[in-house]
C-alpha cells in the first residue's frame, strides 16, 4: 500500500499538531543527574537530554523521572536503597518546588492537564526497580504517598520475589506470592505496574494478577529488535487486553536491529578506556558510573551506526498493527542512555517524532494519543477506586 499527501504546509502542521497535543514522556533518568551531578535543569545544559530550555522546545507536557536504584551500588534491598530511593525523590519534589515557575508536581492525569494548561510542565515520579520497597508490602504505600505513580518490580537484577530480563535468574523466575501480593496493593493504592525490564515469567504473571491496566514505560519490540528488553507480539497482545500502554523507547539498543550485537563488540574493545576513566575518577561508586558512562557514550558516537526517528515509528506502527492505535505511547529513557537517535538527540528534538507520524499517515487525534493520551487515558482509569 503507498498513501500519497499534498504537503506544502507539512511542516507548519506537523509543528501545530506537536504543540497541541499533551506530550507525556513515561521514562527518563534525569532524576540522577540531579542528585549526582547536582545540574540545573533551569539552564540550558551542554551535555545529557534534558533541560527546561530544550523540554520547551521540544513542547514536553510531563515528565516521569525515574526513582532508580542500581542494586550493584545500592543493594538490592535495605536501608542504602531506601535512601537512594528516597533522596532521589526529594530532589524531584525539591525542583518543584524551587522552580514553580517551570514545574508542577503532578500525581494524577488531572495534574498533567492542569499544569499543561498553565504552561507549565508536570514532575511525576516512577520507579524503576522494587528493590526500595525492600520486601515490606507497607512499603509500597509510603512510596504512593511521597508521589510515586508506577514501579516496574525489577530494573536488570532480579529480585527474590520478581525475576528480570537482564539476568540468568530471570529466565525461570517470575512472580512469587510476595510478588502477586505487591501487584494487588499497587492496582489497590492507584500505581501503576510497568514490565519494563523484567523476565518473561514476570510479565506473564503481572498480566494475570492485576486487575488495572498494565503499562511498559520504556520498551520496544522484540519483532522487530530480538532483545530480552522488548515484548513479543503476543506479550503486546496480552498487554493491550488489560488496557494498557507499551511507550517505546527510543534507545537505538532496543530499537535497531542488530545494534546490541555491535555494541558488544564495541564493549569489548573500549574496556580499557572505560576502565581507566573509573579508576581517574576520584568520586563515589555514582561518579565513577559517570565517568564510565562519559566514555562509553563519546565512543558509541564514534564507532556505532546512526539510528534515526523512523525506526521508533517502525515499533509503533508495529504495535498499531498487533493492537491498534490506543496501546502505544513513548518512554523516551533519556539521560538514563549512552546513545540516542541522530534526529532524536535531545527533548528538543521530539517535533521531529511528530513529523515522521504525520508522514507515515497519522491523524491528528492518533498522534494525540500517542503523544501523551493514551497514557492519560491509563491513568484516569487506574486511579478510579
Ligand atoms: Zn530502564
Known amino acids: 500500500m503507498t498513501k500519497t499527501f499534498e504537503t506544502p504546509t507539512a511542516a507548519t502542521d506537523s509543528l501545530e499538531i506537536h504543540r497541541r497535543a499533551i506530550i507525556v514522556d513515561m521514562h527518563a533518568d534525569t532524576t540522577q543527574r540531579l542528585v549526582d551531578e547536582n545540574v540545573n535543569l533551569e539552564t540550558r545544559l551542554p551535555d545529557g537530554h534534558l ?17 532508580w536504584v542500581e542494586p550493584e551500588l545500592f543493594g538490592g534491598g535495605g536501608p542504602r536503597a531506601i535512601k537512594r530511593a528516597d533522596i532521589q525523590i526529594e530532589a524531584v519534589r525539591t525542583l518543584a518546588e524551587k522552580h514553580s515557575e517551570t514545574w508542577e508536581l503532578a500525581t494524577t492525569a ?12 508536570a514532575a511525576l515520579m516512577g520507579l524503576e526497580g522494587g528493590y526500595a520497597i525492600d520486601e515490606n508490602i507497607g512499603n509500597v504505600d509510603r512510596y504512593y504517598q511521597m508521589g510515586v505513580r508506577y514501579m516496574s518490580p525489577a530494573w536488570s537484577v532480579s529480585l527474590s520475589w520478581a525475576g528480570s530480563s537482564g539476568d540468568e535468574a530471570g529466565k525461570t523466575r517470575g512472580l512469587n506470592d510476595f510478588g502477586r501480593q505487591v501487584v494487588r496493593e499497587m492496582n489497590r493504592l492507584g500505581m501503576m505496574v510497568d514490565v519494563s525490564h523484567v523476565s518473561d515469567p514476570t510479565f506473564w504473571d503481572i498480566v494475570n494478577t492485576s486487575t488495572r491496566p498494565v503499562i511498559a514505560t520504556h520498551s520496544g519490540c522484540r519483532g522487530i529488535t530480538n532483545v530480552p528488553r522488548n515484548l513479543t507480539d503476543e506479550m503486546i497482545i496480552a498487554l493491550a487486553k ?12 532496543h530499537i535497531e536491529p542488530g545494534w546490541s550485537e555491535k555494541k558488544k563488540k564495541v564493549d569489548a574493545e573500549i574496556e580499557p578506556l572505560v576502565r581507566q576513566a573509573s579508576e581517574t575518577e576520584k568520586g ?102
Do not use: C, W
Not at 51 to 67: K, M, N, P, T, W
Open 51 to 67: 533541560d527546561v530550555a530544550r523540554a520547551r522546545e521540544g513542547g514536553l507536557d510531563a515528565q516521569f523521572f525515574s526513582i
Open 110 to 121: 488531572a495534574g498533567i492537564r492542569h499544569a499543561a494548561t498553565n504552561g507549565r510542565i
Open 242 to 253: 488489560t488496557g494498557g500502554v507499551i511507550n517505546v523507547i527510543f534507545y537505538p539498543e
Open 284 to 385: 563515589d561508586a555514582a561518579h565513577k558510573k559517570l565517568a564510565r558512562d562519559r566514555v562509553r557514550a563519546a565512543e558509541y558516537l564514534k564507532r556505532l551506526p546512526p539510528v534515526s526517528v523512523a525506526r521508533i515509528v517502525d515499533h509503533i506502527d508495529h504495535i498499531v498493527k498487533l493492537v491498534g492505535v490506543d496501546h502505544v505511547g513513548i518512554g523516551s529513557d533519556f539521560d538514563g542512555v549512552q546513545a540516542v537517535p541522530a534526529d532524536l538527540k535531545s527533548v528538543a528534538d521530539l517535533p521531529n517524532l511528530t513529523k515522521e507520524l504525520l508522514r507515515r499517515g497519522y491523524s491528528e487525534s492518533d498522534i494525540d494519543k500517542i503523544l501523551g493520551g493514551n497514557m492519560l487515558r491509563v491513568m484516569e482509569e487506574v486511579e478510579k477506586q
